[in-house]
C-alpha cells in the first residue's frame, strides 16, 4: 500500500490557538513520517520565523522535517497556489466553536480552502499542546470509486496514530429503499428490501476490507454499521454518538452554488463537526 | 410472519360480528347525522347521505380498517360559514373541490399533514369547534330559536335563553323545552349506568326512541294533538325516492371568488386533520393491530366526499366516537362501515316518515353534549397541568378561531407555539439554523438482539417532528426501540405526546419503545408531556422523566432503594483502571440492595480536560465484595486493551477453555492469580451470558454495557446479570 501523505501543510496566523495548532501537525508529521510546510499570509520576517521555531523545537528534536512559506495576499489563493506549488497532499485546518461551546464549524476561509483544495484536508475541531491518542476512527463506505482509497487510507492513518477501532459506515439514502412504508404490508417489503440492500453493501465493504493488506488489519478491530439515513449527514451524527475521534470522509463530487443553499453530503459536517474530519481527495 | 390466512373464509366468519357493529353504529349515526347537518344550516337529510356515500365508497377503497365514516362534529364551523356566506347550492361545490383537493393530498402522501400541528393548538381549534356547536344549538335545545351575527353573541346569549325557558309561557315551548334537558340528562347520566340491556341501544337512539314513543303516545293512547310547538320538530325529511329523484342543483357560480375558495381550504383543512387525528387513534384500538394507510384513506375520503357533495351530502370524514363504538361491538374489517351505510338507507327507506316525528330540542341536545365534550372544563384542566404556556397556545387558538376563523385560528396556534419556543429557549437561531437539518439518526445496534437506537440532535418540536415520526414509523412495532435525547436541547410538548403514543402501541404490539437521555432537561411542571429543555445548570430535578419512574416502580418490585438526585461522592469508584484517566463528575438515578453491596447507576464523568473535554453519560453497575479478589479486567472487542496495557496488565489464557479465551480479553496482572480465581463455574458463567465489560478493583467489580445510558430493560437485564455474578463469585 502507497504511503497516501508525504507533504502535509498547515495555514499559519498568529492566533491564541497557534501553539497547539502548531504541536498537533508536528505530531501528525512525524506520527506520518511526512515533511510539514508552514505556510504563512505575509511578508517574510525573521521574527516570525523565529517564533514559529521556537514552538516547534521539541519537534526538530524528533528530526522533523519543516519548510517556511511566505507569501502575501488573498489567504485562500495563497494556501490553495502554495499548496499546489509544494506538492502539498494534506491540507488542516482550524474548526471554530460556536458560542455555546458544544458545536464546532467551520469558519469561511477555511470552508472556501475546503471545497477548493486539490488535496486532502484535514480539520482539527480541538488542536491541543497535549498528545491526546485517537482510538476510534469512522469511515464512510458510500458505493463511489473514491470509496476505496478513502478506505484504505483509513487503515494507513489509523495504524499509524495506533487507532484501535474503524467503524465503516454505509450510508444507504432513503431513495435507494424503493418501498414506502405505509402500512403493516409494505412496511414488511421495506424491511425485507433494507435487508437485501444492507447485504449488499456490506458484501462490497467486505471486498474493498479484503484488498488491505493484513498488517494494516493488525489489533484493528474493524466494524461495519450500516445507516439508512441522509447522506455525509448522517455519518456525522453517528460519529458523534459513537464518540469517534477522528472521521474520514470522500470528498464531494463537485459542489456549486445551489448545494450551499440545499446543503448535501460535505456541507452539513462543515457547518457542524462532530469531531475532527479528515476528507480524503 | 404467519402464513396467510384464508381471507375470504375468515371474511365470512367474521361476517355477523361487523353486521353487528355496523348495526349499533348506524343507530348513532341517524341522530348525529340529522344533527350535525342541521347544525350546518344544511338539510337534515344531507347528514345521512354522507354517512351513506361515505360508508359505501370508504369501505370498499379506504386503507384503514376499523373506522367510521360520515359528517364530523369538525367540520360543523366551517360548513356553517361556508353555506352562510355562499347559499347552500355552491357549498355543494365547494365540498366537491374540497374533496378533489383531499384526493391530491393523498397522492402527494401527505398524510403526515397533522403531524405539522402542535397539539395544544389542535385541542384549542377542537374547544373552538365544540363551542361553536354547543352555542349555537343550545338555544334550540331549549326550544329558544335566535339569530346572531357572530359565534360569541351566541355563546354570551345562553344566560338570557335560561332565564326566558325558565318564564315560558306556552306550553308547546315547556313541553319542547323539557324534552331538550331530558335527552341532555340522558346524554350526560347514559354513560354512568352500568346495564347491559340499556347499553345495547346508544344513548342518541334511546333519545330518538323515546321521543317517537311520545309522540306515538299522544297519537294513539291520549288522542291528542303532539303538545310540542310545530316549530321545534324535525321537519322536511324526503323519502327515498325522493332523495334520488331530487338532486340538488349544485351551482359553480361562485368559483371565482375568494370567499369560495378560502372555504374550500378550510373544508380541506379541517377535513384532514380530523380524519387524520381519528385515524390515528382508532389505529390505537384495533385488536389486530393492524397499521392503517392513511394516504390511501385520504383519496378515498375524498373520492367520498365528491361523490356525497354530488348527492346533496357533506364532507365526509373518519369519526372518531363512533369509530370507537364500532371497535367495542366487535367489528374487525371495514364491512362494519358498509354495513353502517347499509342500514341508515334501510332506516331511511322504511322509517322516513317517523323520522318528523322527532322534536328538534331532542336532537340538539345530543350536539350539545358533543360540543361540550370537546370544550370541556376538563380539557383546560389538563392543559394546565402539562404547562401554562400550553394553555397559553390552547386560549389564543380557541379565542382567534372564535373570532375570525378556523384556518387563521390554527395559524396563530402555530405561529404562537413557535414564538413561545423562541421565547423558552432564548434563542431563535437554535431553530432557523437546525430546521432543515436532517437532525434524526436510526441505526440497529448489532451486539445486541438487534434493538433500533434512534438519536435525536438539536431541537425537536411539532417543527421538525416528522422526521422523527418518518424513522419510527419503519420501525415494525414488535421490535426493540430506544429514543436517545441527549444531543436534543429542546423538545416539545406535542412531540412528547406522540412519542407517549408510540410507546403505548409498542407495548401493545409487543416491542418496547423507550426514550433516555431527558434526565437533565428541566421542565416547568410534573406532567409527563411536558416540553423539556437543557438547563444549564441542572436544578434539583422535580419532574421525573418516564424513564426514571419506571426505575422507581422497578426499584419497588425488586424492594430496592432507589435516589434520583446526583451523588458527588464517587470515591469507591477511583481504584477501577477505567476511571484512571478520566474524571468521574457525579452519579445519578442510584438502584441498589439493602446492604448497598449491589448498585446500577447512570454515571457522568468525562475524559481530557479543558477544550478536549467530552462529557459521557453511561449506565454502570457496581457489585462490592465481602472478600478480596485479584484484579482483572474482562473485555470482548478489545478496544480498551491498550490502556490496560500502559497499566502493565497482559492478556491471560485460560486453560481448557480455548473458546473462551478466544472471545475475550482477560487481562490483570497477578496471572496465577487470576488463573485461579476463573473456575469452570466463572467461566461457563461469563460464555453463557450476554457480553458486559467486567472489572474488578480487588474488593469490588465494575460491570458495563454499552457507552450510552441504559433503558429500563437493559438495567433490568444488569441488575441480574450482577446479582448472578455475585452468586457464582462467592460459591
Known sequence: MLKPFDHIGIGVAFSPNLKANLYETARLSIFLKAKLFLIHVGEKSADKEEKLKTFLTPFIAENLDYEFVFKDGDPVDVILSSSEEKKIDLLILGALQRENFVNYYVGSIARKITRKAKCSVLLLIKPSVECISCEHVVVNGLQDPRTKKTISSAFFISKQLGASRITIVEEIGQKQVAVKVDDDKSLRRATIAKEILRRKEDSRVQRIISDIPETYKEHITIKTQPIFGKRGYSIGHYAQVARADLLIMNAPSNTTFWDRLFPHDIEHILTELPTDVLIIR | ?731
Open chain 2, 1 to 731: 410472519m404467519s402464513p396467510k390466512k384464508n381471507n375470504i373464509k375468515q371474511f365470512f366468519s367474521d361476517l355477523p360480528k361487523n353486521i353487528f357493529s355496523g348495526f349499533v353504529v348506524s343507530l348513532i349515526a341517524l341522530p348525529l347525522g340529522l344533527g350535525l347537518a342541521m347544525a350546518s344550516d344544511a338539510p337534515a337529510i344531507s347528514g345521512v347521505i354522507t354517512a351513506i356515500i361515505g360508508g359505501v365508497l370508504v369501505s370498499i377503497i379506504g386503507g384503514s380498517y376499523v373506522t367510521i365514516t360520515g359528517p364530523g362534529n369538525g367540520l360543523v364551523g366551517v360548513l356553517l360559514v361556508a353555506i352562510t356566506a355562499l347559499g347552500i347550492n355552491d357549498a355543494y361545490a365547494a365540498i366537491i373541490c374540497s374533496g378533489a383537493l383531499l384526493i391530491v393530498l393523498g397522492f402527494l402522501r401527505l398524510g403526515k399533514l397533522a403531524d405539522f400541528f402542535p397539539s395544544s393548538a389542535i385541542q384549542g381549534m377542537l374547544a373552538a369547534i365544540g363551542l361553536i356547536i354547543l352555542g349555537k344549538q343550545f338555544h334550540i335545545m331549549l326550544a329558544h330559536k335566535i339569530n346572531r351575527p357572530e359565534t360569541m353573541d351566541y355563546l354570551l346569549a345562553i344566560p338570557y335563553t335560561i332565564n326566558d325557558a325558565i318564564h315560558y309561557r306556552s306550553s308547546g315551548l315547556i313541553y319542547a323545552a323539557s324534552i331538550g334537558v331530558l335527552s341532555f340528562m340522558i346524554m350526560v347520566f347514559y354513560p354512568k349506568i352500568r346495564n347491559k340491556y340499556l347499553q345495547l341501544i346508544p344513548a342518541p337512539m334511546w333519545i330518538v326512541i323515546l321521543s317517537i314513543g311520545f309522540s306515538y303516545y299522544f297519537e294513539f293512547v291520549a288522542h291528542e294533538a303532539n303538545p310540542i310547538d310545530a316549530n321545534y320538530m324535525l321537519s322536511g325529511i324526503p323519502d327515498i325516492n325522493q332523495i334520488i329523484s331530487q338532486l340538488p342543483s349544485i351551482s359553480f357560480s361562485k368559483i371565482g371568488q375568494s370567499s369560495f375558495w378560502s372555504s374550500v381550504l378550510a373544508l380541506t383543512l379541517i377535513a384532514s386533520i380530523e380524519s387524520l387525528l381519528s385515524i390515528k387513534a382508532v389505529d390505537k384500538l384495533d385488536p389486530e393491530k393492524r397499521r392503517s394507510n392513511v394516504n390511501k384513506d385520504l383519496k378515498a375520503l375524498g373520492l367520498a366526499t365528491v361523490g356525497s357533495g354530488f348527492l346533496g351530502g357533506l364532507n365526509v370524514v373518519t369519526v372518531i366516537a363512533r369509530s370507537s363504538v364500532n371497535v367495542n361491538n366487535g367489528a374487525s374489517n371495514r364491512s362494519a362501515n358498509f354495513f353502517h351505510a347499509l342500514f341508515l338507507i334501510i332506516f331511511i327507506g322504511l322509517f322516513s316518515t317517523q323520522l318528523t316525528r322527532i322534536p328538534l330540542p331532542a336532537l340538539m341536545a345530543i350536539l350539545v353534549f358533543t360540543g361540550y365534550k370537546l370544550a370541556s372544563p376538563d380539557i383546560v384542566k389538563k392543559i394546565f397541568s402539562i404547562g401554562r404556556e400550553q394553555l397559553v397556545i390552547f386560549f389564543v387558538t380557541l379565542i382567534v378561531t372564535l373570532k375570525v376563523g378556523l384556518i387563521t385560528g390554527i395559524a396563530s396556534g402555530v405561529f404562537v407555539t413557535f414564538i413561545i419556543h423562541v421565547f423558552i429557549n432564548k434563542s431563535f437561531s437554535l431553530f432557523a439554523r437546525n430546521l432543515l437539518k436532517p437532525n434524526v439518526l436510526m441505526y440497529r445496534e448489532d451486539e445486541s438482539a438487534g434493538n433500533y437506537y434512534v438519536s435525536v440532535k438539536h431541537f425537536c418540536s411539532f417543527l421538525n417532528f416528522y422526521k422523527l415520526k418518518q424513522k419510527l414509523d419503519a420501525i415494525a412495532e414488535d421490535n426493540e426501540v430506544i429514543v436517545d435525547f441527549s444531543l436534543c436541547e429542546f423538545v416539545d410538548h406535542t412531540v412528547m405526546e406522540n412519542l407517549h403514543n408510540y410507546q403505548e402501541l409498542f407495548a401493545k404490539r409487543g416491542g418496547n419503545f423507550e426514550v433516555v437521555g431527558l434526565d437533565m432537561h428541566g421542565t416547568d411542571s410534573k406532567h409527563p408531556f411536558a416540553l423539556r429543555r437543557v438547563l444549564p445548570i441542572p436544578s434539583l430535578l422535580t419532574n421525573l422523566t418516564n424513564r426514571q419512574t419506571t426505575i422507581e416502580e422497578l426499584a419497588k418490585d425488586f424492594s430496592l432503594s432507589y435516589v434520583a438526585a446526583k451523588e458527588k461522592n464517587t470515591t469507591f469508584l477511583q481504584d477501577f483502571v477505567f476511571f484512571k484517566t478520566k474524571q468521574i463528575n457525579h452519579i445519578y438515578n442510584k438502584l441498589s440492595n439493602e446492604t448497598g453491596s449491589l448498585g446500577v447507576f447512570d454515571i457522568e464523568f468525562s475524559e481530557g480536560e479543558f477544550i478536549a473535554k467530552e462529557v459521557v453519560r453511561t449506565t454502570m453497575l457496581h457489585i462490592q465484595l465481602e472478600e478480596e479478589i485479584c484484579t482483572f479486567t474482562l473485555d470482548r472487542e478489545g478496544f480498551l486493551e491498550r490502556i490496560y496495557a500502559f497499566a502493565g496488565y497482559k492478556d491471560i489464557p485460560i486453560q481448557n477453555h480455548s473458546d473462551f479465551s478466544k472471545r475475550f480479553y482477560l487481562l490483570g496482572e497477578n496471572s496465577t492469580a487470576i488463573k485461579n480465581f476463573f473456575t469452570d463455574d466463572l467461566v461457563h458463567f461469563f460464555e453463557s451470558n450476554p457480553y458486559y465489560h467486567v472489572e474488578s478493583n480487588g474488593c469490588s467489580l465494575l460491570v458495563f454495557g454499552k457507552e450510552r445510558l441504559a433503558s429500563v430493560k437493559e438495567i433490568k437485564a444488569l441488575y441480574d446479570f450482577g446479582k448472578r455474578l455475585k452468586e457464582v463469585i462467592l460459591d
